[in-house]
């Protein structure tokens, strides 16, 4: 499973590090999509200066000055960045156009420059002001200390600059960004698809190893029950003849434990039997409620014992199980139980749509991901093989059973698949 973790790490650091690309392309996108709008307007600005300046001297004379401005302006306007340049004055009448093909204008009357846009173009509007003075004679008059009252004027410019080097850049940047987010996703797709089918196989893996130990342990343990099931037959009905003939009380209670003893060692054979062989069922609907009641109603004697309280709040629930199986799975499950609980403890079982949950406290620390593990148990005594045992028959109908929370101990049979 080491190479799962390794491959899950690897995915994770693959996304990251295309997202922290991605960011790395959108922001140097929109640092240059941003710097060729800068580039644009400041030409613009340039341009709307230098009207300022030429403002100042070509409308010494006005015949002459018009012509300047003209060839002023259409000499600007053949900057293939410009697409056209117009001026028109406080009413709206156009004074200059530099492209005459193209008047199609928005009056705007802005009190400083403003900056517009639209698809095609950034529209630059100026406001200029002009003195209009009285000519070479009125400059002399000036010089001889006469200062005619000067005439004011007001006029606008509308620059406008064209956006196609701009939406060039946007569209190609959108349509890259379009492509790497496809990409990306493909890719994405590509790994989770990759992980998915890994970690399947991981668990396939497991599943195999795990059966093909469980295999090999099941015919260990099938052997060494048979080996030991004989001798264990011979000495249990020797015993019982001793038990039989034997007067003196002290003996007959050393050989009562000794029985004991050995019906314990006879129980984990028969857990050894169980575990090792094939078991073959013989399905019918059965009532689980019903089943259960039965194993109750047989474990009556360990629960008064320990003067445990059995709250079960039973529904009818059908299902297709072999039913001397099953008792042996409830009788292993309450068993547990029991052996977990206290005295005056309650154990509770609760059914829930398909599912049966057996709940009780537990005072031992269990390892969780090991309970259903052949020879595992925190008890003293027993096998270890009851709960694999449980797993096995629940697992050959087709159901579940599986550990819910461990604080309480909560046990989960679901039958909600299966026969």
């Known amino acids: 499973m080491d ?34 709008k800068s580039n644009v307007l400041e030409l613009g600005k340039f341009i709307v200066s230098s009207f300022e300046i030429s403002n100042r001297f070509l409308f010494i ?20 960045s410009i697409d056209n340049l117009i001026i028109y004055d406080e009413k709206g009448k156009i004074l200059f156009v530099g492209k005459e093909g193209d008047r199609k204008l928005e009056r705007y009357f802005p009190d400083e420059t403003e ?12 406001r200029m002001e002009r003195n209009f003075g009285a000519g070479m004679m009125g400059m002399m008059r000036m010089m001889r200390g006469f200062h005619p009252t000067p005439v004011e004027h007001t006029f606008y410019m509308a620059l406008f600059l064209s956006k196609s080097s701009y939406n060039y850049f946007k569209k190609k940047m959108i349509s890259d960004l379009i492509q790497m987010i ?23 893996s497991s599943k195999i190893n795990k ?34 003939t034997e007067n003196n009380e002290q003996k ?75 008792i042996q799975v409830f009788m292993n499950l309450i068993l547990n139980a029991i052996d977990a609980s206290k005295t005056g403890d309650t154990i509770k079982i609760a059914f829930e749509r398909r599912k049966v949950k057996i709940i009780n406290n537990v005072y031992e620390t269990v390892k969780t991901d090991k309970i259903f ?47």
């Open 61 to 80: 004379n006005n015949e002459f000055g018009r012509k300047k401005y003209e060839e002023f302006i259409k000499q600007f306007s053949s900057n293939k």
């Open 115 to 126: 900056i517009k846009e639209d698809n095609k173009n950034f529209i630059i509007y100026h």
């Open 182 to 204: 496809i990409l990306y996703i493909f890719m994405i797709l590509i790994l989770g698809y990759s992980y998915r089918y890994f970690k399947l196989y991981a668990e396939l």
């Open 252 to 326: 007959q209670d050393i050989l009562l434990r000794v029985r004991n003893e050995l019906k314990r060692l006879n129980d984990m054979v028969n857990d050894f039997l169980t575990y090792g062989r094939e078991i073959q069922l013989q399905l019918d609907n059965e009532d689980i409620s019903e089943i259960i009641s039965e194993v109750i109603e047989m474990l009556k004697y360990d629960i008064e014992s320990k003067q445990l309280n059995i709250d079960i709040k039973a529904e009818k629930l059908i299902a297709q199980v072999d039913r001397n199986r099953m």
């Open 373 to 419: 593990d052949p020879f595992y148990t925190t008890k003293t005594v027993g096998s270890g093989l009851g709960l694999s045992i449980v797993k096995k028959i629940v697992e050959l109908h087709g159901f579940r059973v599986y550990l819910e929370n461990t604080d309480p101990f909560i046990i989960v049979l679901d039958f909600e698949n299966g026969g």
């Open 211 to 244: 059966m093909e130990k469980n295999a090999e342990m099941g015919k260990f343990a099938n052997l060494l029950a048979h080996e030991i099931k004989n001798p264990l037959s011979s000495i249990t009905g020797l015993l019982q003849y001793l038990l039989d």
């Open 3 to 36: 190479y799962l973790k390794k491959f899950k790490i690897l995915i994770i650091a693959g996304v990251l590090l295309s997202v922290l690309i991605f960011s790395l392309h959108i922001y140097s996108s929109l640092s240059t999509l941003k710097s060729i």
